[in-house]
C-alpha cells in the first residue's frame, strides 16, 4: 500500500514551475508505486488550499468573490496537473464539504480532549498588513514593520491553541525511532535544531472581524467569532480525503513531498496533531498512524535567483507549455525530473542545460537506442525474436556481462526509490540504455548482418545478440516508464508489449518490479513482433530558440 501526497497549493495565483515540479515528484513516485506494487495500491493526492487571507486579497483586487476566484484558479491547477500528466487519484480543494466536515470533527475531538484550548494570544502586531509578526522578525526589523516602518504594536487577543508543547518527547522520539522521518539529512537536522529550542503551544485560530478576509474559512466548531487558522485547516486535507470507508486502508501516508518552505509545519505541527487526534478518540482515530516521512526539497531559482512576483523571474506555466510544444511532454518531464532541486540544493532553471540533457539522454539515448534495435529487428527477422535466441544470447560471456550489468542497475534503481532518490532511479534507467549501446558497439551486429546471407550460423548470432538489446531496451523502458509516460506507451505500442512482458499491469497480477525486470527472466522478450515505429525523440538544434519563450 502507497499513499502519496504533494502540498495543496494556495489559489491566490496561477501555478508556477515550482507547484508543477512538487506535483511530478509525487506523479512519478506513484507511477513507480504502481509498478512496483499494482494499481490498486497506490493513492496519489493532491489539490488546492484555498481559505487563506491572499486569496480573499487577490480576488479584491481581481473585483471577484473569494470563492469565484478559487474557483477559477483551481482549475488552472487542475489544468497545469493535466497537461503535466499528472495521474493524481484525487484532487482536493479545501473549499469542499467533504473536506470542511470532517475538519470541524477532528477540531471538535481536539477541544472536547483539550489539546485545542481558548487563551490569550500576545504579539507583536502589523497593523498595517494585518498580522502578527514573530519575536525575531520583529527585533531584526527594529519593531517596525517591514513593509511600511510603522512601528509594531503589541496586540492581545483571544484565541485557540493548539497543545504543541504537550508532545514536545514524543515527537523527539518520533525523530530517533524513525531517523528518516524527515528526508533529506540536511532538512533533518534542521528541524532538529530548532526543536531543541522547545515548543510552544500554537494559535490554531483567528478572530472575526468585518474584514472579509476572516470570514473566509472554517469556523471553531460552537464558536462562530473564531475562524480555523489556514495551516491547521490545510494539513488535515492529507487525512479528511482518505477518511471515508473504502479509503481508510490507504491511510497513513507513505510520503509527503513537499519543498523547505513548509517543512515545520510537515516535520512538527502535523505529526503532533496526528498523535493528539489519535489520543482524542481511539474508537474513531485508531487508524491514525504517523506518516512514514516527509520528504522536502529545494527550490527551483533562474540564474541563480530566488523566483518571485517582484522580480518577474517565474518559471510561467506558459513557459513549461513552450518546452513542451518543441521537445514533447515526456522531455519536459525528464528534465524537471532528473535535473530539479530534489535533494538540499537549488536547482537553476537552464535553456542549455535543457537541450543538452535532452539530446543525451532522450535523443541519442532511449530514442536512439531503441530505434537501432527495432530496425534491425524488423529488418533481418521480421519483427520476431527468434525461438531461443535470447537464452542462447544470455550464454555467451558478452551477453552474461550485459544481463549483470543490467541486474545490478535494477537493484540500483529500486534501491534509490526506496530512498525517494527519484532523479538516480531514472537515470538507472539510462544507464541500462548505456550498457545496451556499449554491448551493440562490442558485438557489432551491424557488421554481421552484412554477412548473414552467406553463413548461417552469423543469423543465429545476430538473433541472439538482438534478443538481448531488445531485452535490455524493455528493461531500460519499464524504468524510464513513470518519467516518460507518453513516449514509453508508444515503444510497447511498435514493440507488442503492452500486454504481455514490460506492461505496468504485471504488478496488479502479483509480478514484482524485480521480477518483471529481471533479464531474460520469466518476463522477458523471449519471443514478440517488433516493429521499428516512430523516432521517439529527434536530435535537437542547441541553437534553437523555444517559441514563446
Ligand atoms: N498552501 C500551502 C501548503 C499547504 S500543505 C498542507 C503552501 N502553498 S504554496 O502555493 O505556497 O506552495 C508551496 C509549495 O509549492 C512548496 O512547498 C513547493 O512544493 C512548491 N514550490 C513553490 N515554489 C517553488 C520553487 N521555486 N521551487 C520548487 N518548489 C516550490 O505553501
Not at 532511479?425 to 550498457?435: D, K, M, N, Q
Request: proline share 3%.
Amino acid at each position: 500500500m502507497a499513499y502519496i501526497t504533494t502540498p495543496i497549493y494556495y489559489v491566490n495565483d496561477r501555478p508556477h514551475i515550482g507547484h508543477c515540479y512538487t506535483t511530478l515528484l509525487g506523479d512519478c513516485f506513484a507511477r513507480f508505486e504502481r509498478l512496483r506494487l499494482g494499481a490498486g495500491e497506490v493513492f496519489f493526492l493532491t489539490g488546492t488550499d484555498e481559505h487563506a487571507d491572499k486569496v480573499v486579497t487577490s480576488a479584491q483586487a481581481h473585483n471577484m468573490t473569494a470563492i469565484a476566484w478559487a474557483d477559477q484558479n483551481a482549475e488552472e491547477f487542475k489544468k497545469a496537473f493535466m497537461f503535466i500528466a499528472s495521474s493524481h487519484d484525487d484532487f482536493i480543494r479545501t473549499t469542499q464539504d467533504r473536506h470542511k466536515t470532517r475538519v470541524t470533527e477532528y477540531v471538535s475531538a481536539l477541544m472536547r480532549s483539550g489539546d485545542i484550548y481558548k487563551g490569550e494570544y500576545e504579539g507583536w502586531y502589523d497593523e498595517n498588513q494585518e498580522e502578527y509578526v514573530t519575536e525575531t522578525v520583529a527585533k531584526d526589523n527594529e519593531y517596525k514593520s517591514s513593509v511600511t516602518g510603522r512601528p509594531l504594536v503589541r496586540r492581545r487577543e483571544t484565541c485557540y491553541f493548539f497543545r504543541l508543547s504537550k508532545y514536545q518527547a514524543r515527537l523527539q522520539e518520533l525523530f530517533a525511532t524513525q531517523p528518516g522521518f524527515v528526508s533529506p539529512e540536511a532538512r533533518r537536522n534542521e528541524v532538529l535544531g530548532r526543536l531543541r529550542g522547545g515548543l510552544n503551544d500554537v494559535p490554531i485560530s483567528r478572530p472575526v472581524t468585518n474584514d472579509p478576509a476572516t470570514q473566509f474559512g472554517i469556523r471553531v466548531p460552537g464558536d462562530d467569532a473564531h475562524r480555523i487558522y489556514v495551516w491547521i485547516d490545510a494539513l488535515f486535507n492529507y487525512l479528511s480525503v482518505v477518511d471515508t470507508d473504502d479509503r481508510r486502508r490507504f491511510w497513513p501516508a507513505s510520503v509527503h513531498f513537499i519543498a523547505k518552505d513548509i517543512l515545520w509545519f510537515h516535520a512538527v505541527i502535523w505529526p503532533c496533531m496526528l498523535m493528539a487526534l489519535r489520543d482524542a478518540d481511539r474508537g474513531r482515530f485508531g487508524f491514525v498512524e504517523l506518516p512514514a516521512k516527509v520528504y522536502s526539497h529545494a527550490y527551483w531559482v533562474r540564474d541563480g535567483k530566488k523566483m518571485s512576483k517582484s522580480l518577474g523571474n517565474f518559471v510561467t506555466i506558459e513557459v513549461l507549455r513552450a518546452y513542451a510544444a518543441s521537445f514533447g511532454r515526456d522531455a519536459l518531464r525528464w528534465y524537471l525530473l532528473t535535473q530539479g532541486p530534489l535533494h538540499e540544493t537549488d536547482a537553476d532553471f537552464s535553456h542549455a542545460k535543457f537541450v543538452e540533457v535532452y539530446n543525451a539522454d532522450l535523443a541519442n539515448g532511449i530514442g536512439n537506442c531503441a530505434s537501432r534495435v527495432g530496425n534491425m529487428m524488423e529488418k533481418y527477422f521480421g519483427g520476431a525474436v527468434p525461438e531461443g535466441a535470447l537464452s542462447g544470447g544470455l550464454a555467451s560471456a558478452g551477453g552474461k556481462a550485459l544481463a549483470a550489468s543490467v541486474d545490478g542497475l535494477v537493484r540500483e534503481a529500486q534501491a534509490s526509490l526506496a530512498r525517494h532518490h527519484l532523479a538516480a532511479a531514472l537515470t538507472a534507467g539510462i544507464a541500462v540504455v548505456r550498457s545496451v549501446d556499449q554491448y551493440i558497439n562490442e558485438t557489432a551486429p551491424f557488421k554481421l548482418a552484412k554477412t548473414i546471407e552467406s553463413d548461417s550460423g552469423a543469423k543465429q548470432k545476430l538473433g541472439e545478440i538482438l534478443a538481448c538489446c531488445a531485452e535490455g531496451v524493455r528493461i531500460a523502458s519499464v524504468l524510464l516508464s513513470p518519467a516518460m509516460p507518453d513516449k514509453i506507451a508508444q515503444l510497447w505500442q511498435a514493440w507488442n508489449l503492452t500486454n504481455g512482458s514490460a506492461n505496468a499491469g504485471l504488478a496488479s497480477k502479483g509480478v514484482s518490479l524485480a521480477d518483471n525486470c529481471a533479464f531474460a527472466g520469466p518476463h522477458g522478450l523471449h519471443r514478440g513482433a517488433i516493429s521499428k515505429g516512430e523516432v521517439l525523440f529527434m536530435r535537437a538544434d542547441p541553437a534553437a530558440a523555444v517559441v514563446g519563450v
